[in-house]
């Protein structure tokens, strides 16, 4: 198994409303990543986790929480989100966090209405 | 600050074209270079990854070269398709953490 698994693909939520989104690899990866991505830009690092420990936080605001329950699965937390923060979710891993190759999932497309 | 560019913005060509897409980045402290594809509304594909200690890695029609000393990268894509039409991303991976910073991505249009 060479993928990165995210789910859902798309999701629609209110301002009021608590999602999450899920991402799972079977690599024996221990380091991964979510990514936010606005239409015609380049992805930007929110969190990095490695051997299951939150290592790195892009200072994003709290309505974003990361979770990381086992080296296989990654989650985010969303909630009172705003409009501004629809945006394609990506999810990374690597085997190590240093001097590795990133392996994508195909994302989430979520918009906040 | 850390920056990766990348020239041009957009490319149209016809098929069967060779073609540069180029990269630079402003810290030669890298660990390592990678190209992704995007196709649109997609998530990313690794198309080649090249750790510091080498020049050049090939996979098909793809050669992607790294210069640390002058802070450049490129993808040469040979006899191009339609189907390769997508937005190519170069992201510089390094740090303690393998912190990838990626590029502003060039948009590549194959005409038939």
């Known amino acids: 198994d060479t993928e990165v698994t995210q789910t859902p693909k798309h999701l629609v939520m209110g301002m009021t409303n608590k999602k999450s989104l899920k991402c799972e690899q079977h690599?024996?990866?221990?380091?991964m990543y979510w990514y936010k991505q606005k239409a015609k830009k380049p992805p930007e690092l929110m969190f990095v986790?490695?051997?299951?420990?939150?290592?790195i936080n892009e200072s994003v605001p709290s309505r974003f929480s990361p979770e990381c329950p086992n080296s296989s699965l990654l989650n985010l937390h969303l909630h009172a989100l705003q409009p501004e923060d629809s945006a394609l979710y990506l999810c990374?891993?690597?085997?190590?966090?240093?001097?590795?190759?990133?392996?994508f999932g195909s994302g989430t497309r979520l918009t906040v209405v | 600050k850390q920056e990766v560019t990348q020239i041009p913005a957009a490319l149209s060509v016809p098929e069967g074209e060779n073609l540069v897409l180029n990269c630079s980045f402003t810290?030669?402290?890298?660990?390592?270079l990678q190209w992704f594809r995007q196709d649109p509304g997609k998530g990313l594909t690794s198309l080649l990854l090249?750790?510091?200690?080498?020049r050049e890695q090939t996979s098909g029609r793809l050669n992607a070269s790294l210069d640390k000393s002058s802070g450049r990268s490129t993808l040469y894509i040979a006899a191009s398709q339609p189907g390769d039409s997508a937005t190519y991303l170069c992201?510089?991976?390094?740090?303690?953490?393998?912190?990838?910073?990626f590029g502003t991505g060039t948009l590549l249009a194959v005409q038939p």
């Open positions: 990374a891993s690597s085997q190590r966090t240093v001097n590795y190759g990133y392996t």
């Open positions: 690599m024996g990866h221990r380091a």
């Open positions: 986790y490695s051997y299951e420990k939150l290592s």
């Open positions: 810290d030669s402290a890298i660990y390592n």
């Open positions: 090249i750790q510091s200690s080498q």
């Open positions: 992201a510089r991976g390094g740090g303690a953490t393998n912190k990838l910073i």
